[in-house]
């Protein structure tokens, strides 16, 4: 069974940054393509950014393009999410999802195979 945790959420002012991290334990992380989503209130969920299993390959939203960064330590069976110049509209609950049967990015979560339990992110203005 491959569990991941999410951790890092929080209320911040726009303008800040904020980090959050999705430790995975159970499977074979450093094979895995790995995800982050998001889901606003009354919203779907949706893709946030992507990054490889090796970290050599990363996309991103047109809407945090440039403010998001997406990391993974191999190592530590983690996978990061950078996020600066946090703004209102980025509030949500933040999901790390993992590709399994893929080394490579992956945008729809239909191709996402475990999920964590998410972290709320709220900026306030």
């Known amino acids: 069974q491959v569990l991941l945790v999410e951790s890092g959420g929080g209320l911040v002012q726009a303008g800040t940054s904020l980090t959050l991290s999705c430790a995975t334990s159970?499977?074979?992380?450093?094979?895995?393509?790995m995800g982050w989503f998001r889901q606003a209130p009354g919203k779907e969920r949706k893709f946030v950014a992507a990054?490889?299993?090796?970290?050599?390959?990363?996309d991103y939203t047109d809407s945090v393009k440039g403010r998001f960064t997406i990391s993974r330590d191999n190592a530590k069976n983690t996978v990061y999410l950078q996020m600066n110049s946090l703004k209102p509209g980025d509030t949500a609950v933040y999901y790390c999802?993992?590709?399994?049967?893929?080394?490579?990015?992956?945008?729809?979560?239909?191709?996402?195979?475990?999920w964590g339990q998410g972290t709320q992110v709220t900026v306030s203005s």
């Open positions: 999802g993992a590709a399994a049967l893929t080394h490579l990015i992956r945008w729809s979560e239909d191709e996402y195979d475990y």
């Open positions: 159970g499977g074979t992380f450093s094979s895995y393509a």
């Open positions: 990054i490889s299993w090796n970290g050599e390959i990363t």
